[in-house]
């Protein structure tokens, strides 16, 4: 990603033209160089061979500045300086000839703050007051792009950009609905905003993986002037559904609640895994026995447990006594269970029986739910004698299993020896007896990292084999290909290449000559701030005889490095991309704990694949002779 200052740099560089004077006009090479600030701008990217061909031309409508076409003639970029100041304040980036991206200066300072997806790419269209590259709020959005954006937040567990899709104070004053409505909402709100932070921890809903398919609702409805003192009509969605493809198979999460606001849509709850009960028009529109859903008929019963698990998770945000979290935990599995013995059909109890065993294994991890193992262990076996759901057996099993090795490293008197041995052979044991099912990929990652950490490589070797043999098409296959990579690196060299976070393009390559530290850390990680400092001090007193430390950031927003940053200088590059450990950076040599630190020689080869900041100084007055 580009940022405004580079972009400014840049700009500045192509802009130095006459509309007559085409002897000043950029390269193709250096007009393509530009960049959206936002990343998920879905644009036409030439290759080498087609960007030699296309041409580029002085704008001669709109404003001044640059065009570029590809061989046929098809817009592939415009940049404009719409107030003729000889600086650019618009790129705008093409799709099969339609504009579906647009950066916009609207200050005309040199930095963007507004970002536009136009064309096939939608309506959005957000605002950066403070020009750091980030939205601040959306000025457009539509009720598809905002479920969109709330499955972003999930799966990259992204408080902030959730946040952003929040119905604000000042947005509901002027609302004009009647003062108990304002109320209601201003609760909800509240709650989605104190609650959004451990729901994106500890969520099982969105993963990594998981990919946004399309909208699920039926039709906004209308809440009129006059309606419990409302001075004006209010537009919205209840029960707003965003579906969503996980590895080829398909999910529902619930939105709830959306507000027009302007020509943008605004969420006021938190997100669920299961429907919730209607808030504007469910008196109105639903008889009091029977609801019409996705899945069928839903009964009065079942409506009602529902609502009883809406209030629960509402309760649950808002406690954080450990006594009140785990009866909070107990009575949340209580309803899960009688919702699945309520399910009309064998794939709806399926699902609330995973959402049992998920918000059941969560809880224990969390230590909120002790007593939620026996009860786990227990649905496992009763699945085992249930032909309809035997093959839920396997996950169920698995979430008891993982639930049970994180209580036993909990207990304060714990064998940490005698758990770790019971914990690889559980694991193996799944491994054997679940070979194709949807948890033994984890499971053997699982094992094979138990066997690493262990200093059994042979064993995590084998196991990490396993996994990309055996499940290809699994992200997991991925983590543990390049964790087998990792662990056979020393003597060999690495590949590795990324962008800054400001904007700048790294090659391990480059580096060749000198000796590098890469280290892979996150803010979160105390341990890995220390690294920082002993990084710091050892750069200062070995930089000129050839050291050079490079940094992978593995935050999971890039917002929390730019502050760390910005208070706490690093004097060495930070590669970032989104997505944490799970993102391309971390997964090219399966990285799963942090701090996680790699040497490299002069010749470009790893002779240290994971040492520790006290070894540094020795190894490098041993390297840099």
Same mark, same amino acid.
């Given at each position: ?195 959004? =932070? ?31 003192? =409302? ?10 559904? =965003? ?43 639903? =008889? ?73 294994? &969560? ?21 085992a004698s249930d032909r309809d759901m035997a093959e839920l057996v396997p996950y169920v099993k698995f979430q008891y299993l993982t639930a049970d090795y994180s209580q036993k490293l909990q207990s304060p008197n714990a064998d940490f020896a005698k758990i770790q041995e019971q914990w690889l052979k559980d694991l193996e044991d799944f491994s054997k007896d679940f070979p194709k099912s949807d ?33 290809? &098409? ?60 002993t990084i710091k001090a050892l750069q200062a007193r070995y930089a000129t005889k050839g050291f050079a430390p490079l940094g992978i950031n593995l935050d999971g927003e890039a917002k929390s490095l730019t502050e760390y940053l910005q208070a706490t200088s690093l004097p060495w590059p930070q590669l970032y991309e989104p997505g944490g450990l799970d993102s391309r950076l971390a997964n090219e ?37």
């Amino acid at each position: 990603m580009l940022t405004n200052d580079l972009r400014f740099a840049v700009a500045a560089a192509v802009l130095a033209f006459s509309p007559l004077n085409l002897s000043a006009s950029p390269t193709v090479e250096q007009a393509l160089e530009l960049k959206p600030i936002q990343t998920d701008a879905e644009y036409d990217i030439p290759t080498a061979e087609k960007a030699a061909k296309c041409q580029i031309e002085a704008a001669r409508e709109l404003g001044s500045g640059w065009i570029v076409r590809d061989e046929s003639g098809q817009m592939l970029r415009r940049f404009l300086d719409t107030n003729n100041d000889k600086k650019l304040d618009q790129w705008s980036y093409f799709k099969d000839g339609i504009e579906v991206y647009r950066d916009v200066d609207a200050n005309f300072n040199g930095k963007a703050d507004q970002y536009r997806w136009l064309g096939t790419s939608g309506t959005r269209w957000g605002l950066d007051k403070n020009e750091d590259g980030l939205i601040d709020n959306w000025k457009m959005i539509s009720p598809e792009e905002t479920t969109a954006e709330v499955i972003a937040a999930l799966r990259e567990r992204d408080v902030e950009r959730f946040k952003r899709l929040l119905l604000t104070k000042t947005e509901l004053a002027q609302l004009g609905v009647g003062k108990s409505l304002e109320t209601d909402l201003a609760s909800r709100i509240k709650s989605a905003e104190d609650g959004i =932070a451990p729901l994106a921890k500890s969520q099982t809903m969105v993963m990594s993986q998981a990919k946004w398919l399309h909208f699920g609702g039926t039709r906004p409805g209308v809440i009129p002037i006059g309606a419990d003192g =409302a001075t004006k009509d209010l537009v919205a969605y209840d029960n707003a559904a =965003a579906i969503i493809d996980t590895d080829g198979k398909h999910g529902q999460v619930s939105v709830g609640t959306l507000v027009r606001v302007g020509d943008g849509w605004r969420v006021v709850d938190l997100p669920k895994s299961e429907a919730s009960a209607g808030f504007f028009y469910t008196s109105v529109e639903r =008889a009091p026995d029977v609801i019409e859903g996705d899945t069928g008929n839903v009964n009065g019963a079942m409506q009602s447990l529902l609502g009883d698990l809406e209030k629960i998770d509402k309760q649950l945000a808002e406690t954080a006594d450990s006594a009140s979290l785990a009866k909070l935990n107990r009575s949340r599995a209580d309803i899960l269970e009688k919702i699945a013995a309520q399910a009309s059909s064998v794939e709806e109890r399926s699902t609330w029986t995973r959402q049992f065993a998920d918000s059941v294994s &969560a809880a224990i991890q969390a230590g909120d739910y002790p007593d939620g193992i026996d009860r786990l262990k227990k649905v496992v076996q009763d699945l085992a004698s249930d032909r309809d759901m035997a093959e839920l057996v396997p996950y169920v099993k698995f979430q008891y299993l993982t639930a049970d090795y994180s209580q036993k490293l909990q207990s304060p008197n714990a064998d940490f020896a005698k758990i770790q041995e019971q914990w690889l052979k559980d694991l193996e044991d799944f491994s054997k007896d679940f070979p194709k099912s949807d948890s033994a990929p984890e499971a053997m990652l699982q094992l094979a990292v138990a066997h690493e950490f262990a200093g059994q490589e042979a064993d995590a070797a084998k196991w990490y084999s396993q996994v990309v043999s055996d499940f290809s &098409a699994s992200p997991m296959a991925t983590k543990a290909a390049g964790a087998k990579r990792r662990l056979e690196s020393v003597g060999h060299s690495i590949q590795l290449q990324g962008k800054t976070h400001d904007g700048r393009s790294i090659d391990l390559t480059a580096y060749q000559g000198r000796v590098v530290l890469i280290h892979y850390w996150a803010t979160w990680c105390e341990p890995c701030k220390e690294d920082l400092k002993t990084i710091k001090a050892l750069q200062a007193r070995y930089a000129t005889k050839g050291f050079a430390p490079l940094g992978i950031n593995l935050d999971g927003e890039a917002k929390s490095l730019t502050e760390y940053l910005q208070a706490t200088s690093l004097p060495w590059p930070q590669l970032y991309e989104p997505g944490g450990l799970d993102s391309r950076l971390a997964n090219e040599l399966g990285i799963m704990t942090l701090p996680t630190m790699l040497l490299i020689d002069k010749s470009g080869q790893v002779v240290r694949r994971n040492i520790h900041s006290a070894e540094l100084d020795t190894e490098l007055q041993r390297l840099l002779k």
